[in-house]
Nanobody
Framework: QVQLVESGGGLAQAGGSLRLSCAAS????????MGWFRQAPGKEREFVAG????????YYLESVKGRFTISRDNAKNTVYLQMNSLKPEDTAVYYC?????????????????WGQGTQVTVSS
């Protein structure tokens, strides 16, 4: 069992940056694949980025490639999402998720644990 707590959300202007963090409990963080998802009002939850157990592989939603970077620090049990060149359409609640299997792709049903989410609002 792992508990995930996101932080770092807030209000940013278009073109600005935010860095989200997701802190995980437990001592086996490096066995989990990790992902970031987001959900805007009235829309389905969508995959944003994923990272493999040791960070050797990363995956991104096409619309965030070149703007967002996912990374992890297994010594700190934390995964990050650096978001640059923010756009109003990035406004959403952002969730981190962990997969026992090591999965780090785009299917939300393959993740086992979810955080409570952190709000990101980008003004134009």
């Amino acid at each position: 069992q792992v508990q995930l707590v996101e932080s770092g959300g807030g209000l940013a202007q278009a073109g600005g940056s935010l860095r989200l963090s997701c802190a995980a409990s437990g001592r086996t963080f490096n066995t989990y694949g990790m992902g970031w998802f987001r959900q805007a009002p009235g829309k389905e939850r969508e995959f944003v980025a994923g990272i493999s157990r040791i960070g050797s592989r990363t995956y991104y939603l096409e619309s965030v490639k070149g703007r967002f970077t996912i990374s992890r620090d297994n010594a700190k049990n934390t995964v990050y999402l650096q978001m640059n060149s923010l756009k109003p359409e990035d406004t959403a609640v952002y969730y981190c998720a962990a997969a026992d299997s090591g999965y780090s792709g785009s299917q939300p049903g393959l993740y086992d644990y979810w955080g409570q989410g952190t709000q990101v609002t980008v003004s134009s």
